[in-house]
Nanobody, 116 residues
Framework: QVQLVESGGGLVQSGGSLILSCKTS????????MGWYRQAPAKQRELVAA???????SYADSVKGRFTISRDINKNMVYLQMNSLKPEDTAVYYC??????????WGQGTQVTVSS
């Protein structure tokens, strides 16, 4: 059964930190590159961080130096450490494969709200 369960979001002040977790079920999530996405109100979903099976990472310019993605393949977990949070980081955060198609499954996401 394919499943993605994100958690760890919340309300935090500007400059604060959060750690997001994603529990995955399904072979594709274990063997393919994974990513964290976010969608702010009235904006398109964007990929902010990605990690390959071997641990190579990449980041959107807007979060580079502040966010860190990691994964524990044995535990079927993907994490996003977010530091120095800004109000513009406010969004619903999702994890999924780093490359997705229009019909792909998505979890419910986790809300991150950063107050100024």
């Amino acid at each position: 059964q394919v499943q993605l369960v994100e958690s760890g979001g919340g309300l935090v002040q500007s400059g604060g930190s959060l750690i997001l977790s994603c529990k995955t079920s399904g072979t594709l999530f274990s063997i393919n590159p994974m990513g964290w996405y976010r969608q702010a109100p009235a904006k398109q979903r964007e990929l902010v961080a990605a990690i390959t099976r071997s641990g190579s990472t990449s980041y959107a310019d807007s979060v580079k130096g502040r966010f860190t993605i990691s994964r524990d393949i044995n535990k079927n977990m993907v994490y996003l450490q977010m530091n120095s949070l800004k109000p513009e980081d406010t969004a619903v955060y999702y994890c999924n494969q780093a490359k997705t198609g229009p019909d792909d499954y998505w979890g419910q996401g986790t809300q991150v709200t950063v107050s100024s």
